[in-house]
């Protein structure tokens, strides 16, 4: 990166924020569901421990529409978070983000402590990224470290804001995130092939076409793929197309074609009656979808054909499932595709939501090179784009 990393500044014993992204899923009770991104930022919390620093993070939670609302307050994030760092510092939840009352107690905390502010988005000025907000955030610290990477594609206050007050610089798991991606898309060992799934083309287009540049081969799976195969001509059923796109995606493949890229389409697919979990279902060739039925997953056969065409890369970049996995009967090719991943020998990179959810059901977590905790700043960093929570960053000196 050509941002300050947090190495490069002076932290000991200063007032340092730490902007994470802890939006981590809550069940009914309202307890943690799955705690990676807690867990992601620790190396950064604790490098601030050794230096004896003051250490305030701050995140959102939810959607509150900049509203007080008890239902996601930080709260169960701080006792997590005092459960990884047990002995080694007290973890203090704060009742709000800004004011008189939250500047004193971060001026009576001891140095080696942490205290969690409440979220962000209980003000308005957060997400506007209003000025006096982001002043006012920039009051509580000395310094502010950027660690919330799934938040970087948003011009937030917190983001972008404050910023342009104190200085900043990226924490470990933002410089992790983009060295991965950046090494991935545009330095990758080869061969390199992306794994594209999900269920709009539209949603996909600029990564399509910015990795059709850059990949020896890119495969397509999930709902997108068949707006990709009406496009050549062949009927897809009562499956998901997006006409509108269908000039797009012949272009995209006509771009890809110039750039020596091959393109893999599934063969075959699991089709229902309808999209229901007790539907009944069957594999059927794709030039054999019946008029009235829907597609929902690869079959068998392309299932063999993307692992082989896997077999020899040397990089794999991961990004959609490849099919509706939230139902079981819909789940098998995107499994299927985990396990081919997971024994791969190549530097495997995996990011978005549904994506990140199968390796984590799947219990694999742990089998793949580097798993991203960026949804949206993922997506941006594929299609090739900058994120304004890295660019606000203080550059470098050369």
């Known amino acids: 990166m050509d941002k300050l990393f947090i190495k490069d500044i002076d932290v000991r014993k200063k007032r340092v924020m730490v902007r994470t992204d802890y939006n981590v899923p809550l069940d009914e009770d309202g307890n943690i569901a799955d705690d990676t991104r807690i867990r992601a930022t620790l190396p950064t919390i604790n490098y601030l421990l050794d230096e004896d620093a003051k250490v305030i993070i701050v995140s959102h939670l939810g959607r509150p529409e900049g509203k007080l609302n008890p239902k996601y307050s930080l709260k169960p994030v701080a006792r997590r978070l005092q459960g ?9 939840m704060a009742d709000d983000c800004i004011g008189p009352k939250i500047k004193k107690q971060i001026e009576e905390m001891r140095c080696g402590d942490v205290i969690v502010l409440e979220n962000l988005r209980f003000y308005p000025g ?17 310094v502010f470290i950027q660690d919330a990477f799934g938040n970087c594609h948003r011009k937030h206050a917190s983001m972008i804001g404050i910023d342009g007050f104190v200085p900043s610089a990226a ?13 991935a898309v545009n330095n990758p060992m080869r061969p390199v092939v992306a794994l594209l799934g ?30 990709f195969l009406k496009a050549q001509g062949f009927g897809v059923g009562q499956s998901i197309v997006e006409n509108s796109m269908l000039d797009v995606v012949r272009n995209l493949m006509d771009i890809s074609k110039r750039n020596g890229t091959k393109l893999y389409l599934p063969v075959d697919f699991v089709v229902a009656e309808k999209f229901d979990r007790h539907a009944e279902t069957k594999v059927v060739p794709f030039q054999e979808i019946p008029e009235n039925w829907i597609a929902l ?25 490849m ?4 139902f079981d ?29 199968a390796f984590h059901k799947s219990g694999k977590t ?33």
């Open 84 to 92: 990884f760092l047990k002995e080694r510092a007290n973890v203090v």
């Open 126 to 142: 957060e997400e506007k990224n209003d000025p006096s907000f982001a002043k006012e955030l920039a009051n509580l610290c000395d």
């Open 171 to 183: 924490g470990f798991l933002l410089k992790k995130e983009i060295d991965y991606l950046e090494k």
């Open 198 to 227: 999900g269920a709009k083309v539209s949603d996909k287009i600029k990564i399509i076409e910015n990795l059709s540049k850059k990949m020896d081969k890119i495969l397509i799976g999930g709902a997108m793929a068949f707006t």
């Open 297 to 321: 997953d690869i079959g068998p056969a392309t299932t063999k054909l993307f692992a082989e065409a896997l077999q020899d890369a040397k990089t794999i970049l991961w990004n959609g499932p």
């Open 323 to 326: 099919g509706a996995f939230e």
């Open 329 to 357: 009967a819909f789940s098998r090719g995107t499994y299927a595709m985990v396990d081919v991943v997971t024994s791969s020998h190549a530097s495997t990179i995996v990011g978005g939501g549904d994506t990140d959810m």
């Open 366 to 398: 742990h089998e793949v090179s580097f798993i991203s905790t960026g949804g949206g700043a993922f997506l941006k960093l594929l299609e090739g784009g900058n994120l304004p929570g890295v660019a606000s960053l203080l550059d470098k000196k050369t």
